[in-house]
């Protein structure tokens, strides 16, 4: 039996460590390694690459992508997703902690909120492009690998650069209706975000420092006034070309180029919500107006597509209410009824938006006349068949209980058309639109 003492904790990993640190130096050393990390840095041959110009970048990035992801994060608590048959991420677990119940004040809070995250997931575009740009080296640096620490700085990386790879594709893709996947989109794009800031806290947390000191070490107001002539190569940093090529671009010149591409995006896209900005807005798919008719605004689903049969929308058509007791009603009968009229917009979660005045029921009053209680949770369901997404919607009791929640007859002064949801149809200040349900049939108020 030995007499030597067994090796502390803290030597016990070390000894654990040290043969794959031993086989890691093994693998990325020699001087085939050493050639190959020399021709890749050949590649790389910018004289405007380097740890300021990566900081610019950053520093925005810094800014955008956190509001960006907290108005991610209020999207989805619009949704109400602790209501019955509302949450599109129901396994979501712990990354649920934050959810509240959804505001119906102003009208204009989602609009907003979601407007400001598509927007600016846009705009930030050509920013993340140009930041990618400028640390290209480190992505296809030789070895790949230097040390255990090194591989978790890779791994971060792997969360950051294919986590918002992820976030823009999905995104992007759903604003112009493109499915070619067959997973879910609001799956993927709600747990790609958390696991896209994940590496980007990390990120943050490991090269902050490096940032400040980048930023500190060139003046912005001297670099805008450099011309291409005088511009010159950063002094020191890893990402600083070892064989500069004479410049092509100053830095004046990069930065004004990312800052015109990202406000040509915006000039181009906004106008989907911001509605002075609808001449504009080219690349929105439904950014644009595109005549006088009442009706001829923004629509997602159309009658066509929601395959509802056109007879049960006629004459025969009755509205089922149903609280302490149940009341059908024909579409005479509710125009009858005491209106109300709001100008209220409607609110995609694909960013586009729109303004306008619809005339209807009040929910309050439908509450009284099935003997509910004013302000309670609402279950309302459309005509379209089973199955379809978002058939039916529940409403919060605030939402429900807001005055100027409607159940709309008319909208302009005109009768809804059918692709905007005759016979009736949901309009709900501050809540998303595939909530303020279409061709309704059944509106349930429910119980405390």
């Known amino acids: 039996m030995s007499d030597r003492p067994a090796p502390a904790p803290a030597n016990r990993l070390a000894l654990r460590l040290a043969r794959p640190v031993a086989l890691i130096r093994r693998v990325v050393s020699g001087p085939e390694i050493d050639a190959l990390a020399a021709k890749t840095q050949r590649l790389w041959r910018s004289p405007i690459r380097g740890p300021w110009i990566t900081s ?76 990618l740009w400028s640390v290209i080296p480190k992505l296809f640096e030789v070895p790949p690998v230097r040390s255990v620490a090194h591989a978790l700085e890779r791994v971060s990386l792997v969360l950051l650069v294919g986590g918002i790879g992820l976030e823009l594709a ?11 996947w067959k997973f879910d989109f609001y799956d993927v794009h709600f747990y790609g975000a958390w696991a896209f800031m994940s590496g980007f806290l990390i990120h943050v947390w490991v090269k902050f420092p490096a940032m400040v000191k980048a930023l500190r070490s060139r003046s912005l107001r001297r670099e805008l ?32 180029l990312v800052m015109g591409a990202s406000a040509t995006v915006f000039f181009t896209t906004a106008g989907e919500t911001i509605r002075s900005l609808h001449g504009t807005a080219l690349l929105a798919p439904r950014g644009r107006r595109k005549g006088r008719d009442p009706n001829d605004f923004e629509v997602n689903i159309t009658f066509e597509t929601s395959r509802i049969d056109p007879r049960v929308t006629g004459a025969r058509w009755r509205l089922e209410v149903e609280g ?23 609110a995609c979660v694909e960013g586009w938006s729109t303004v306008q005045t619809w005339t209807g029921v009040a929910l309050v009053d439908l509450a009284r006349l099935a003997g509910a209680k004013v302000g309670s949770d609402l279950l309302a ?68």
Not at 170 to 180: H, L, M, Q, S, V
Not at 227 to 243: K, M, Q
């Open 324 to 346: 302490q007791r149940r009341v059908k009603l024909s579409r005479a009968q509710l125009l009858s009824m005491p209106q109300t009229t709001a100008e209220l917009p409607i």
């Open 170 to 180: 999905t995104g992007i893709a759903d604003i112009e209706y493109f499915y070619p």
């Open 381 to 448: 369901v459309s005509l379209e068949p089973p199955g379809s997404p978002y058939r039916s919607a529940t409403l919060a009791g605030n939402q429900a209980g807001n005055p100027a929640a409607l159940l709309a007859l008319k909208v302009n002064g005109a009768d809804l058309s059918p692709d905007h949801g005759f016979p009736a149809r949901i309009i709900v200040p501050g809540a998303p639109g595939v909530h303020c349900t279409k061709w309704v049939q059944q509106l349930r108020f429910l119980p405390s």
């Open 56 to 131: 610019v970048f950053g520093s925005l990035l810094l800014v955008g992508i956190p509001i960006m992801f907290v108005t991610g994060l209020l999207s989805y608590v619009a949704y109400d997703p602790r209501l019955a048959g509302n949450d599109n991420t129901p396994q979501h677990g712990i990354l649920g902690f934050y959810l509240f119940n959804w505001v119906s004040s102003p009208s204009w809070v989602y609009r907003i909120s979601q407007g400001i995250h598509v927007s600016l997931g846009l705009v930030l575009l050509p920013i993340i492009l140009a930041k």
């Open 225 to 256: 006034s450099t011309s291409l002539a005088d511009t010159r190569p950063e002094t020191s940093g890893e990402l600083v070309a070892r064989a500069p090529a004479p410049a092509t671009i100053s830095r004046r010149g990069l930065i004004g």
